[in-house]
Antibody
């Protein structure tokens, strides 16, 4: 069955780069059946879409985060990665890896990882 | 783009029906049938409950339904059960190639 496992440091210093990896099992990113990406949720707050990637490397980013974020894919490892530079305390959040539908129902997030809490603090 | 507007909280008794509204603009909800709803229990990841305005994924109870009128989407939960108590988020496609979420609604089952 499908599993999305987020991994990476739980603590990042201000102004540094946040780096997370999502390892997918139970599905193949390279099949092209889905998009993949990241959504975050600050503690006690709502959801914010960060960005989405297709196995070809085509990316879509939240305009408000675009200058700060890079999402990449490694089909050989079945992984999706997130890099966010120049982080501040406002970037403290639970970061979720997600699977996104293709075709007519694109922009539907039909499966989510358990999430990883990343705290930005010195 | 601005976040979609949801009520902060709604409540209902077991067996009752409740609705949660999600108001956007003519550029997002009003222009596309790409509204989805997510249920989130404390400490858990969100779960897709409704997609494409009114479609229900396999395994989601028929007590959950969705609709849309103009710039407002609505989630209806009928026959309210204790397990429905959770936060609910709406989401819509917005041009160009982005999405926007609502602020979330806390459902309390009395």
């Amino acid at each position: 069955h499908l599993q999305l496992q987020e991994s990476g440091p739980g603590l990042v210093k201000p102004s540094e780069t946040l780096s997370l990896t999502c390892t997918v099992s139970g599905d193949s990113i390279g099949s092209g059946r889905y998009y993949w990406g990241w959504i975050r949720q600050p503690p006690g707050k709502g959801l914010e879409w960060i960005g989405t990637i297709y196995y070809t490397g085509t990316t879509y980013y939240n305009p408000s985060l675009k200058s700060q974020v890079t999402i990449s894919v490694d089909t050989s490892k079945n992984q999706v990665s997130l890099k966010m530079n120049s982080v501040t305390a406002a970037d403290t959040a639970v970061y979720y890896c997600m699977r996104q539908s293709t075709g007519s129902y694109q922009w539907t997030f039909d499966f989510w990882g358990q999430g990883i809490l990343v705290t930005v603090s010195s | 783009q601005s976040a979609l507007t949801q009520p902060a909280s709604v409540s209902g008794s077991p067996g009752q029906s409740i609705t949660i509204s999600c108001t956007g603009t003519s550029s997002d909800i009003g222009s596309y049938n790409l509204v989805s709803w997510y249920q989130q229990h404390p400490g858990k990841p969100p779960k897709l409950m409704i997609y494409a305005v009114s479609q229900r994924p396999s395994g989601v109870s028929g007590r959950f339904s969705g609709s849309k009128s103009a710039n407002t989407a609505t989630l209806t939960i009928s026959g309210l059960q204790a397990e429905d108590e959770a936060d609910y988020y709406c989401c819509s496609y917005a041009p160009t190639s982005t999405v926007v979420f609502g602020g979330g609604t806390k459902l309390t089952v009395l």
